[in-house]
């Protein structure tokens, strides 16, 4: 869980952000709350991450209040202390996807493709990606796993095993909304096991 701490600073970050969008300050603030209680946040915070990627437009990214929203969400489904190290986010042709080496990248049968460089803190994403969608939503969740991985000096004895936490988290997102990664991006169980078992000789 995020100790009180860290969500004070998630929550001033964020209320800084807003009161500089809207060129006033609050007049009311209301309390900190006394502590971060994930069962009955969680639902805001996802909703938050919806309705925040839901106003991107065509060739947009997500920007500084939206990243560290999802930070918070995805630290607390990994059950660890949230590291604000944002990623810079990118959206390249798919050919430039295709280059990076299968470990840092995540692929679905309907040739959905983004990926991770950990050397330049940098998620990339398809120039088609839209965040209007659960499943949309998920692949950057999925990559923002690997950011955190890789901020927090994580290590695994394979690739797979990185990638297994990644999609871990991707399918509890997904199953908020009713979907699993075989419906939403036709990623068959042997596919999976296929991407997430290490084979070690």
């Known amino acids: 869980m995020i100790r009180q701490a860290s969500l004070y600073a998630v929550l001033l970050a964020v209320t800084l952000i807003g009161t500089v969008n809207a060129q006033q300050p609050n007049p009311n603030p209301k309390p900190m709350p006394p502590e971060f209680n994930w069962s009955l946040d969680e639902p805001i915070i996802r909703d938050r991450i ?3 990627m ?3 437009g065509p060739g947009d990214v997500p920007g500084p209040s939206e990243l560290t929203t999802m930070v918070t969400w995805v630290s607390n489904a990994l059950n660890r202390p949230a590291i604000y190290d944002l990623p810079h986010i990118e959206r390249v042709p798919k050919i430039r996807l295709a280059a990076v080496q299968h470990g840092d990248q995540f692929l679905s049968l309907h040739d959905v493709v983004s990926s991770y460089d ?3 803190k940098t998620i990339y994403l398809p120039e088609n990606w839209s965040g209007k969608t659960a499943s949309g939503i998920s692949i950057l969740v999925h990559e923002m796993v690997h950011h955190l ?3 927090a000096g994580d290590k695994f004895e394979c690739s797979q095993w990185r990638e297994k936490l990644a999609y871990v988290v991707q399918v509890q997102w997904l199953n908020r909304y009713g979907g699993s990664l075989e419906k939403d991006l036709d990623i068959s169980p042997l596919t999976y096991l296929l991407n997430t078992e290490c ?3």
């Open 118 to 120: 950990g050397a330049k």
């Open 199 to 201: 084979y070690i000789p």
């Open 50 to 52: 919806v309705v925040d």
């Open 54 to 56: 839901g106003k991107l």
């Open 149 to 151: 991985q890789n901020v």
